[in-house]
């Protein structure tokens, strides 16, 4: 069954210090991969995608990420943490499958950055 | 531009009532989706529209969930009758049309719905 692992319900990190989230995935093919940020009481908003091309895909708020073919990997990264990055985070990755675009989402890592 | 638009933004109903959430996708956005996220979860998909037509509503419990995008814009996700594991929040997300699967799909703030 293809899936989407998030590996740590919640990540704690100094204010100023990097930070990373993790995400792995087993679906079969070459999927397309996406990063979303939720605030309490508001919806996903997109932060970044890896479709084909480069390894390291950067994307909004100073975020980028990092595609790992070999591990099926797509870790988020951030070099210097805020406090207002606190946050809940989804990996989401959409199968090339014929038909239908559906995003398989993980089950969310809370990011708590501490001042 | 304008974002993803949703009503109500909570709701409270009683088992075995029926309750209806209303999206608005952004301007032009011709592929709309609807996804039930419980508590703890990541979103899961219920049912995809391509401007009025459905391409995937594998996932959608149809003996209590319909939806509706008749004119290809605005859309109905109905519950009928609502159970309490429905309790959830309604995410309405849009995306260009485009059938490669790069778009990137816009979510709207969301329902939550609470059965009681």
């Known amino acids: 069954a293809q899936s989407v692992a998030q590996p740590e319900d919640q990540v704690n990190v100094a204010e100023g210090n990097p930070l990373t989230v993790k995400c792995t995935y087993s679906?079969?093919?070459?999927?397309?991969l996406f990063w979303y940020v939720q605030y309490p009481n508001r919806g996903l908003q997109f932060l970044l995608k890896?479709?084909?091309?480069?390894?390291l895909v950067k994307g909004s708020y100073g975020f980028e990420a990092e595609f790992n073919k070999s591990q099926t990997s797509f870790h988020l990264k951030k070099p210097s943490a805020l406090v207002s990055d606190s946050a809940l985070y989804f990996c989401?990755?959409?199968?090339?499958?014929?038909?239908?675009?559906?995003?398989?989402f993980g089950t969310g890592t809370r990011l708590k950055v501490l001042a | 531009e304008a974002g993803v638009a949703q009503s109500p933004r909570y709701k409270i109903i009683e088992k075995r009532q029926s309750v209806a959430f209303w999206c608005n996708p952004i301007?032009?956005?011709?592929?709309l989706y609807w996804y039930q996220q419980i508590l703890g979860q990541g979103p899961k998909l219920l049912i995809q529209?391509?401007?009025?037509?459905?391409?995937?509503d594998s996932q959608l419990p149809k003996d209590r969930f319909s939806a509706e995008r008749l004119k290809g814009v605005d859309s109905t996700l109905k519950i009928q009758p609502a159970k309490l594991e429905d309790s959830a929040v309604y995410l309405c997300?849009?995306?260009?049309?485009?059938?490669?699967?790069?778009?990137?799909?816009?979510f709207g703030p969301g329902t939550r719905l609470l059965v009681l």
């Open positions: 301007s032009g956005h011709a592929t």
């Open positions: 989401a990755v959409r199968p090339l499958t014929s038909g239908t675009y559906k995003y398989i």
């Open positions: 529209f391509q401007n009025n037509g459905v391409v995937d």
């Open positions: 890896y479709i084909t091309g480069d390894n």
């Open positions: 997300a849009s995306s260009r049309i485009g059938m490669t699967g790069q778009e990137t799909q816009y």
């Open positions: 679906v079969s093919g070459n999927p397309y």
